[in-house]
């Protein structure tokens, strides 16, 4: 059974860091391109970066402060989180897909973690 399962949310002020984790089981992730989304309430999912053995891509909104890494030996994928601003306020989602590409849309992905809350207070 797949799993994947995000750790690290939580309430921080404007300006704060965090840094979110989520851990993979069930089958080989290495080969997999895994992502974070996010959602506010009353808001679309949308991207936040994607990390592959293509490389790393990252939406307009987070460039320069947000950071996506993997350990392929823990099976883990982490999201580095700087300067966070009130915006970056939502439910953030791992996800991973079978490909090697760099993909940007909730579709394209197979698994899903339930999420962890980011609050970031102004």
């Known amino acids: 059974q797949v799993q994947l399962v995000e750790s690290g949310g939580g309430l921080v002020q404007a300006g704060g860091s965090l840094r979110l984790s989520c851990a993979a089981s069930?089958?080989?992730?290495?080969?997999?391109?895994m992502a974070w989304f996010r959602q506010a309430p009353g808001k679309e999912r949308e991207f936040v970066a994607a990390i592959s053995w293509s490389g790393t891509v990252y939406a307009d909104s987070v460039k320069g402060r947000f950071t996506i890494s993997r350990d392929n030996a823990k099976i883990t994928v982490n999201l580095q989180m700087n300067s966070l601003k009130p915006d970056d306020t939502a439910v953030y989602y791992c996800?991973?897909?079978?490909?090697?590409?760099?993909?940007?849309?909730?579709?394209?992905?197979?698994?899903w973690g339930q999420g962890t809350q980011v609050t970031v207070s102004s």
């Open positions: 996800a991973a897909g079978a490909t090697i590409f760099l993909l940007m849309r909730p579709s394209e992905y197979d698994f």
């Open positions: 069930g089958r080989t992730f290495s080969n997999y391109a």
